[in-house]
């Protein structure tokens, strides 16, 4: 089974609204990323947060990472049509140097114009 | 895209026959990784490496095999394709260190007839 899971699997929501995914994960971890993808395209990462950390802020991205309960959520503020795509978390696994990384399923995000 | 080649982009093939895909780097990253995109599973880790010769297996190696004799190249193998292993394929690279974030070439999409 996989290490991170998302949720939700599909989300639409109307343009300026706030967009919450959230995601878990299984075992220790080095650091969590996010990462969008367009349709038919490769990955873009967004964010990386690290294991020692609680929370970030990139633009009108924040993350939070509770490592107590293994989950994390990305927040995308003012979405705009653009936003619209699927958003991934991935989970850097933690022991040695292999840097093993992990993708969940995704929450496909619609955002209506 | 930050220095990264897929090749081929498209590939159809026959069941049985075995199969190379090729990823290419001129980032002369450490980390460098194979996954495969399915509907419903998000992208599963086939194989990854971690340095020249330096290889592990991911959640779905069954079937795959992979090379890695230089720092710039990793190769997948699909030993004798099946119909399963009809997806879409994607490399991946991060370094140098752990906590750094992955680039993503753009997908090779294959189909096993």
């Known amino acids: 089974s996989q290490q991170g899971e998302e949720d939700p699997q599909a989300l639409s929501i109307q343009e300026g609204e706030n967009a919450t995914m959230n995601c878990s994960y299984k075992t220790s971890i080095n650091n969590l990323q996010w990462y969008r993808q367009n349709s038919g395209r490769g990955l873009v990462h967004l964010i990386l947060?690290?294991?020692?950390?609680r929370e970030k802020h990139s633009g009108r991205l924040r993350v939070t990472l509770d490592t107590s309960k293994k989950s994390s959520s990305l927040l995308i503020t003012a979405s705009r049509a653009a936003d619209t795509a699927s958003y991934f978390c991935a989970t850097a696994l933690y022991g040695g140097a292999t840097n093993k990384l992990i993708f969940g399923t995704g929450t496909l995000l619609a955002v209506q114009p | 895209d930050a220095g990264i080649t897929q090749s081929p982009r498209h590939k159809v093939t026959e069941t049985g026959t075995p199969v190379t895909l090729r990823c290419h780097q001129t980032?002369?990253?450490?980390?460098m990784y194979w996954y495969r995109q399915d509907p419903g599973h998000g992208l599963r880790l086939i194989h990854y490496?971690?340095?020249?010769?330096?290889?592990d297996k991911g959640e779905v190696s069954d079937g795959y095999s992979v090379s890695r004799s230089k720092t710039e190249d990793f190769l997948l193998t699909l030993e004798s394709a099946t119909s399963s292993q009809t997806s879409v394929y994607f490399c991946a690279i991060s370094g140098p260190t752990a906590n750094t974030e992955a680039f993503f070439g753009q997908g090779t999409r294959l189909t096993v007839v």
């Open positions: 980032e002369n990253h450490r980390y």
């Open positions: 490496s971690y340095g020249v010769k330096d290889t």
């Open positions: 947060i690290r294991s020692n950390e």
